[in-house]
């Protein structure tokens, strides 16, 4: 059953929604839904009926109709994921958490923030600014994407090389699970007794339950911020310094690498002196002490120098540095500059095995005639390569799902694995067994009816069913307008 209209079921049922959350917050008109159609991945599907509750109670309340009546549900942030993590593949109701958007207390002392799921994760940072703190993982859409969506797929960030992923920043959760029951997971203090639920629960991508509550670790901002642009003549050098800056003991905050298609975007969308005659850039980032930032600067432009780095740009005034990143965060967006369309794909990779696996990915979209763009962060091993391509013209998202499909069997060839933090939703799950046996998908399944029985929690996810993304279908991620602000995320 895929999504169509709400026909498909009853007006009792609309009206028990609406008797829930108020008749403006429930959706159900075919030319509405449409909106909710798709995220930032491949796959379609429209979604019977849409509910945006503004408390845990009308989502307990939901959820124990829709397990009455045996419907299933999926819930959705910003729409920004990039796995098909909030399609709703099987029809039934989507729970929009866009009304709860509430920072619900900050405490500076234990540095803490209880903030609602419709959050931005930006919004967090800028709450706690006055108390020189901030909160760590930092995804490209930060701007945009809710905390709620970082929980459900374990979101990364520039930043996560040093400081890790989203589970290394949340304490504990109030969740609603699929029988509307309410339970807590983790909390403060960090030392929990029994099992870590709260760990298992993030990066579950929806299956297990929905956070209505999220207690996030904020961080203390550094004495000293240093970022710097090392501008190399090709990608085997900018690779070759990475594995080398990491292999010295050094873990910079951020060490991200943009390649040379990827800087021709960026700077056609909109200029951020990036050189267009580079084969790569390598933007890192250091802080910490004075002491600290200077030694490793020292030691990070030696390595550079030694592999032939042409330039290095320095900077820790507020202003340059957040425009470097401004052109890093805006790269995916960007990319619209260059072509009507492009695929993301999301894969993991040792970082000695960049430059190989770098140019077998150039070699693999040269043969489908397709360009590709590498921005990715180069620190943890974690490749974006954005396939770019035109919808219009026949057989071109085949070629672009084709390719995607060979670079992510080519990372675990080079023993990686499938995701590094977009997760696996519809776009990644047919690949699972490249990496898990069926005893392991098993017991993953066996766990996930511990906590959804019914499995009517984003059904569709995760686990192979024969099912790939529609090898024709609109891949949206790249049509933006590159002279929209929002898109520079």
């Known amino acids: 059953m895929r999504g169509g209209s709400v026909a498909m079921y009853n007006e009792p049922l609309v009206s028990s929604l609406k008797s829930i959350v108020g008749s403006d917050f429930v959706i159900c008109h075919p030319d509405d839904l449409i909106v909710y159609e798709y995220d930032g991945s491949v796959d379609k599907a429209i979604p019977d009926v849409v509910v945006l509750p503004e408390t845990t109670a009308q989502i307990s309340s939901i959820l124990s109709l829709a397990h009455e009546k045996n419907i299933p549900v999926v819930c959705r942030g910003a729409g920004t994921g990039l796995s098909g993590g909030s399609i709703a593949t099987h029809g039934g109701v989507q729970i929009s958490l866009s009304r ?23 919004d967090i940072t800028k709450a706690v600014a006055k108390h020189s703190l901030y909160y760590s993982p930092d995804p490209s859409s930060q701007k945009s994407c809710t905390i709620g969506g970082n929980v459900a797929e374990n979101a990364g960030g520039p930043h996560c090389l040093k400081y890790g992923v989203t589970t290394n920043h949340v304490l504990g959760m109030e969740v609603v699970l699929e029988d509307g029951k309410v339970v807590e997971l983790g ?34 901002k550094p004495s000293i911020t240093r ?39 960026i700077e ?52 340059e540095r957040e425009r470097l990143w401004a052109g890093r965060k805006g790269a995916f967006a960007a ?28 070699k693999i979209c040269s043969d489908l005639d397709l360009p590709v763009a590498n ?10 390569p954005l396939i770019a391509f035109d919808e219009r013209q026949p057989g071109s998202s085949a070629k672009a799902l084709q390719a995607g499909e060979a670079i992510l069997e080519l990372c675990i060839e080079a023993g990686g694995v499938l995701t590094g933090e977009h997760g696996v939703g519809i776009e990644k799950k047919e690949y699972m067994p490249l990496m898990f046996t069926p005893d392991d998908l098993s017991i993953m399944k066996a766990f996930k009816q511990a906590f959804s029985p019914k499995s009517l929690l984003n059904p569709g996810k995760i686990f192979p069913d024969g099912k790939k993304p529609a090898q024709e279908a609109s891949i949206r991620v790249g049509s933006f307008s590159t002279t929209d602000s929002d898109v520079w995320i």
């Open 375 to 384: 921005v990715f962060h180069a620190g943890d091993g974690n490749l974006h």
């Open 227 to 265: 970022t710097f642009m090392a501008i190399f003549a090709d990608l085997d050098s900018a690779s070759t310094a990475v594995t080398q800056i990491i292999g010295a003991r050094i873990v910079p905050a951020a060490l991200e690498m943009i390649d040379a298609l990827a800087i021709k975007a």
């Open 187 to 220: 909390g403060y203090p960090e030392a929990q007794p029994g099992y870590d639920l709260r760990g298992a629960f993030i990066g579950g991508e929806g299956t297990l339950g929905i956070a209505t509550k999220v207690l996030v670790r904020l961080s203390r």
């Open 100 to 122: 709860m958007t509430r920072i619900l207390e900050i405490d500076p002392l234990n540095l803490t923030a209880l903030v609602e799921p419709g959050v931005i994760n930006l």
């Open 268 to 319: 056609n969308a909109r200029p951020m002196g990036y050189p267009r005659d580079a084969g790569a850039v390598l933007l890192i980032e250091i802080e910490g002490l004075a002491e600290d930032v200077n030694e490793e600067s020292e030691a990070i432009t030696s390595i550079c120098e030694e592999l032939g780095v042409r330039e290095i740009r320095y900077s820790e005034l507020a202003e």
């Open 335 to 362: 990319l619209g500059s260059l072509a009507p369309n492009y695929y993301l794909v999301d894969g993991v990779v040792p970082r000695t095995r960049l430059p190989d696996v770098l140019q077998k990915i150039a």
